[in-house]
């Protein structure tokens, strides 16, 4: 799925009449089966702007066209069909405490299934084998038939991740994918969602605090204060750029992250910059 947004300022939902918008004037172009990281401190308006690229929250001023369609010219049911083009993955995954990890999975499927066969599969899941392979690819296989209530943080999080592959959705909208993760859990799950991405050709736009993880995409967004402050290419990014984009922000910066392109720093330890 393409993306393009011209000018595009959002406020979130909770903001007071009057409020700053959390996103100001930002323009971009994303082509289909491009994979994006979009990095930045706190407050940049990271999560505002996967929620406006996801037509759950509309812009304040601006443009947003997806596969050259303004969201919010169309009905009521056209626009939901397009919601069912994309997947959302907040950084806490709305999984209901008592439900099946196999019934959480494959909710991501609804959008293309009729009543009937969403009814049917709460009462015995299809598509068994479909959910398994999902969570296998984030080391879950054998969580498949346990409640949700009975997994960790980071397993919670790797279920909601697994939803991506069993989706139909054309766009790919995750929010701090690593947040509750060990570093092996965190690179196997980077690994998983790119490369599932790749073969489905779906356009793939994550935001991370972890700026070593970022630097390995291909293209690279800055944030700061709600605007864009680079988008470039990931050999492009360097240390003086992420200074500049983190100034006054240090305390969320753990320890210097390597960066491509940056000859310098090639053997400084690996670091994560925490930037929620």
Same mark, same amino acid.
């Given at each position: 799925?393409?993306?393009?947004?011209?000018? +595009?300022?959002? $406020?979130? @939902?909770?903001?007071?009449?009057?409020? !700053? =918008?959390? &996103?100001?004037?930002? /323009? *971009?172009?994303?082509?289909?089966?491009?994979?994006?990281?979009?990095?930045?401190?706190?407050?940049?308006?990271?999560?505002?702007?996967?929620?406006?690229?996801?037509?759950?929250?509309?812009?304040?001023?601006?443009?947003?066209?997806?596969?050259?369609?303004?969201?919010?010219?169309?009905?009521?049911?056209?626009?939901?069909?397009?919601?069912?083009?994309?997947?959302?993955?907040?950084?806490?995954?709305? +999984?209901?405490? $008592?439900? @099946?990890?196999?019934?959480?999975?494959? !909710? =991501?499927? &609804?959008?293309?299934? /009729? *009543?009937?066969?969403?009814?049917?599969?709460?009462?015995?899941?299809?598509?068994?084998?479909?959910?398994?392979?999902?969570?296998?690819?984030?080391?879950?296989?054998?969580?498949?038939?346990?409640?949700?209530?009975?997994?960790?943080?980071?397993?919670?999080?790797?279920?909601?991740?697994?939803?991506?592959?069993?989706?139909?959705?054309?766009?790919?909208?995750?929010?701090?994918?690593?947040?509750?993760?060990?570093?092996? $859990?965190?690179?196997?799950?980077?690994?998983?969602?790119?490369?599932?991405?790749?073969?489905?050709?779906?356009?793939?736009?994550?935001?991370?605090?972890?700026?070593?993880?970022?630097?390995?995409?291909?293209?690279?967004?800055?944030?700061?204060?709600?605007?864009?402050?680079?988008?470039?290419?990931?050999?492009?990014?360097?240390?003086?750029?992420?200074?500049?984009?983190?100034?006054?922000?240090?305390?969320?910066?753990?320890?210097?992250?390597?960066?491509?392109?940056?000859?310098?720093?090639?053997?400084?330890?690996?670091?994560?910059?925490?930037?929620?």
């Amino acid at each position: 799925m393409q993306i393009r947004i011209d000018g +595009l300022s959002a $406020r979130h @939902r909770a903001a007071a009449t009057g409020a !700053a =918008a959390a &996103l100001r004037q930002v /323009s *971009l172009t994303i082509g289909p089966g491009e994979q994006v990281a979009i990095i930045g401190p706190s407050g940049a308006g990271k999560t505002t702007l996967l929620n406006a690229l996801a037509c759950a929250l509309k812009p304040a001023a601006g443009k947003l066209a997806l596969d050259g369609t303004d969201p919010w010219r169309l009905s009521v049911a056209k626009l939901q069909k397009l919601r069912g083009r994309l997947f959302l993955a907040p950084q806490t995954p709305p +999984l209901p405490p $008592r439900q @099946r990890v196999i019934t959480a999975v494959l !909710a =991501a499927r &609804l959008p293309h299934q /009729s *009543l009937l066969a969403s009814l049917r599969s709460l009462i015995y899941p299809t598509h068994i084998a479909e959910a398994e392979a999902a969570l296998a690819h984030f080391d879950l296989a054998n969580k498949l038939w346990d409640r949700v209530d009975r997994l960790s943080g980071g397993e919670r999080q790797r279920v909601g991740l697994s939803r991506a592959l069993v989706s139909q959705a054309s766009l790919w909208l995750i929010d701090e994918p690593l947040s509750s993760l060990d570093p092996s $859990r965190a690179a196997l799950a980077i690994e998983s969602l790119t490369q599932a991405a790749k073969r489905r050709n779906a356009t793939l736009v994550t935001t991370l605090h972890q700026v070593d993880v970022a630097t390995r995409f291909a293209r690279v967004i800055g944030l700061r204060d709600g605007e864009l402050k680079f988008d470039l290419p990931s050999r492009e990014v360097t240390r003086e750029r992420l200074g500049a984009l983190y100034a006054q922000y240090e305390h969320e910066l753990t320890s210097a992250a390597p960066v491509v392109g940056d000859p310098a720093q090639e053997d400084a330890r690996s670091a994560v910059m925490y930037c929620r």
